[in-house]
């Protein structure tokens, strides 16, 4: 839900007519919204699979019936034409139906309503009707009759195919912690990024998040600490790959996609130092993946000077010191209204929301799921800017309630967890999410 609120933000001349009517565990959702508004929505959206026109719902099959026949004849004589080609989908969630049941399903529609005059057609039909029905969350024991059934008339699918477009396997330079296509342009959604933006990745990488930012149009930077990252230098990350190639960079990532003109400039630089920056520096939003201390060491400027008066980078940077200082950044250099959107790990037996890092400067507005084992997961947080903070509140207010990362969370992540496969009532984000139908 939190990627389909930021989406209705980016069109703020969009009105949700009414309010969103959606129970957490049930994939399907109802949503009142003017025609043209949902179709650019199904533009931007990367977690909502396809857009249905609403006809009726029930909780048995004789309410869904009943409800279909107070429809307006004049509303569903268009469909029915004998011009008009059309098919019926019959789609159960968390329960397998056998081809037999689904003809059943669709031999049993009340044929007074759905009369329909012309061929059918189930490849490229004029009109494609769509039954769903839900038979309880996923992987729990499906209910014996669905608790809901919906019937309505297909009208768009979301974006879902432009991830394969930008998969990091077709990527010229990729680095160990690349983000995955698919989450990177759902970030940018939550980020609300639009034409004409600015964004900012402090621990910019191999700039899969920029790359996703540049696609919605924006003007993109960002700063790493690592100088071989940053001018694509060094071993290779693809496999079989001794080093990578001389002209491996995030700018011939953008110039891949014809989208180099989005680009503005990296840093070599330690985003924990905020004088980095000119003040008055004003991004419409920061998406960023913080390093986690596991596949690539979190480090920062010390601020001291070896033998050599060479500045020694070589010092640890805590987790918790990084998220604080990212919260600090994004309250100094944030506009008002803009976006903080960030990946906090977590360790799941031991999380509360307490572990979320804090700013009077910076709300919460979404808070989402990614679980990677039984145990450890990471949330996928966005944070809008809604005050400016002057002094030392301002740059240095950041806090957490309960320090997470107290115990070492390098060694709580390399215990041994069960792949995680049940929805447990969360809002989640998982990559197979943005390939495969849920």
Request: net charge neutral; charged share 25%; with cysteine.
């Amino acid at each position: 839900m939190t990627e389909l609120k930021s989406i209705i933000k980016v069109f703020s001349a969009i009105p949700l007519l009414n309010k969103v009517v959606h129970e957490q565990k049930n994939p399907f959702f109802v949503v009142d919204l003017p025609p043209e508004a949902a179709s650019q929505i199904m533009d931007r959206t990367f977690l909502v699979r396809s857009l249905f026109e609403y006809w009726a719902e029930g909780h048995t099959k004789e309410e869904l019936y009943d409800n279909l026949r107070k429809l307006s004849k004049d509303f569903i004589a268009p469909f029915l034409k004998h011009d008009k080609t059309f098919r019926v989908k019959i789609e159960a969630y968390n329960k397998t139906l056998t081809p037999d049941q689904k003809l059943e399903k669709i031999q049993s529609l009340p044929q007074d309503v759905l009369d329909f005059q012309g061929k059918a057609n189930l490849k490229w039909p004029d009109n494609s009707f769509h039954l769903f029905e839900y038979y309880g969350p996923a992987g729990s024991t499906p209910y014996e009759e669905p608790s809901v059934i919906y019937f309505g008339r297909f009208l768009k699918d979301g974006q879902r195919d432009k991830i394969q477009q930008y998969h990091l396997q077709k990527r010229h330079f990729i680095g160990n912690t690349s983000m995955d296509a698919g989450l990177s342009l759902i970030m940018a959604n939550m980020g609300k990024v639009k034409h004409g933006d600015l964004v900012y990745d402090p621990f910019v990488g191999s700039g899969s998040l920029l790359v996703a930012c540049a696609h919605f149009g924006a003007y993109v930077a960002g700063s790493d600490i690592d100088y071989t990252i940053v001018h694509g230098v060094g071993k290779s990350s693809r496999h079989k790959n001794k080093k990578r190639s001389s002209d491996e960079s995030i700018h011939t990532n953008l110039k891949q996609y014809n989208l180099q003109h989005h680009y503005i400039d990296i840093l070599l630089a330690d985003s924990s130092k905020h004088n980095m920056l000119r003040t008055g520096v004003q991004f419409d939003a920061i998406i960023t993946d913080p390093p986690y201390g596991i596949r690539e060491p979190s480090k920062k400027i010390a601020g001291t000077r070896d033998k050599n008066n060479t500045l020694d980078v070589k010092t640890n940077y805590s987790l918790s010191e990084s998220f604080l200082d990212l919260l600090n950044f994004a309250a100094k250099f944030l506009k008002l209204g803009g976006c903080l959107v960030y990946w906090l790990p977590i360790y799941r037996p031991d999380y509360t929301e307490d572990n979320i890092p804090q700013h009077p400067s910076l709300k919460l507005v979404g808070n989402c799921e990614q679980t990677l084992t039984t145990l450890i997961a990471r949330r996928l947080i966005v944070m809008e800017k809604c005050s400016t903070c002057q002094g030392d509140v301002g740059e240095k207010g950041a806090i957490v309630v309960e320090d997470h990362y107290k115990n070492n969370f390098r060694d709580r992540y390399f215990q041994v967890g069960l792949p995680q496969t049940q929805y447990n009532g969360e809002e989640q984000i998982n990559s197979k999410d943005t390939e495969d139908d849920t």
